[in-house]
């Protein structure tokens, strides 16, 4: 327990820049109150003292703001932060170095008994407000939005947004390499907006380079017939060089 706690505290300097020492985390963080109670209630709870685990838990929610079940499964590392309406239903199971935000529901879509809560794998982080409900699976590395409902799984490394929550799409890796060598050379950075955020403008931009892509190896193409057919044909014009231009000045503004 004591070295869970140990991983708890620390795992906060990492994920929270507010934090300034460990005197101020322990005194001042009501989400670490919370995962201390959690801890010593799920104890209680599998030592079958289901009455006094219960009652430990109602007083923290009371103190913290932040209800957990002590019937919960949860793993290391794991951050609630400011933490205020945060609540963790029985049967909810959460992986390690998961974070959570304040008003965060892990809730249950059915009165009857079982597995109704979701499950979190490692590395989630499940933005303010947002409702995960029922029990789905949420996948390692997810994301969920803030105020996002989530009622569908959601796959490895991928971010649901909206009410219903929907998949955003996840660029594959040839994908993301082949748009980073497209803007590349016309002359900016596409990836200056973090790829977690479903920004539109990004989106837009990552459907431009697509397009870009798609144009070049057309020509290439043709003009490779061209030389098969003339041999004397020769590519003497060479494309403008697209940096310095107002163009490239606006784009790379937009993508920073």
């Not at 963790?88 to 992986?95: D, L, N, Y």
């Amino acid at each position: 327990m004591f070295s869970q706690l140990k991983e708890d505290v620390y795992c906060i300097f990492d994920r929270d820049p507010a934090a300034r020492n460990i005197l101020e985390i322990l005194t001042t963080y009501p989400g670490i109150h919370a995962i201390i109670f959690y801890r010593l209630t799920h104890g209680l709870w599998r030592r079958d003292w289901k009455w006094l685990a219960r009652f430990l838990a109602a007083l923290a929610r009371w103190l913290t703001g932040i209800e957990i079940h002590p019937g919960a499964t949860i793993g290391r590392r794991f951050f609630i932060d400011h933490g205020m309406g945060v609540v963790i239903g029985e049967t909810a199971v959460i992986g390690d170095d998961c974070t959570l935000y304040h008003g965060v529901t892990l809730g249950g879509t059915t009165w009857q008994k079982g597995k109704r809560h979701p499950t979190l794998g490692n590395n989630v982080v499940v933005g303010a407000g947002a409702k995960v409900l029922g029990p789905i699976l949420i996948g390692d590395g997810a994301r969920i939005g803030s105020n996002a409902v989530v009622v569908k799984p959601v796959p490895d490394n991928a971010t649901a947004i909206g009410i219903p929550a929907k998949i955003t799409e996840i660029p594959k890796d040839t994908l993301e390499k082949r748009r980073l060598e497209t803007a590349k050379k016309i002359g900016f950075d596409a990836y200056g907006t973090s790829n977690d955020m479903p920004d539109p403008v990004l989106n837009a931009i990552n459907r431009i380079l697509d397009h870009l892509h798609a144009v070049d190896h057309r020509m290439d193409r043709m003009c490779e017939i061209l030389r098969q057919q003339d041999p004397s044909f020769v590519e003497n014009e060479q494309l403008p060089d697209l940096k310095g231009c107002e163009l490239h000045s606006q784009l790379d503004e937009i993508a920073q």
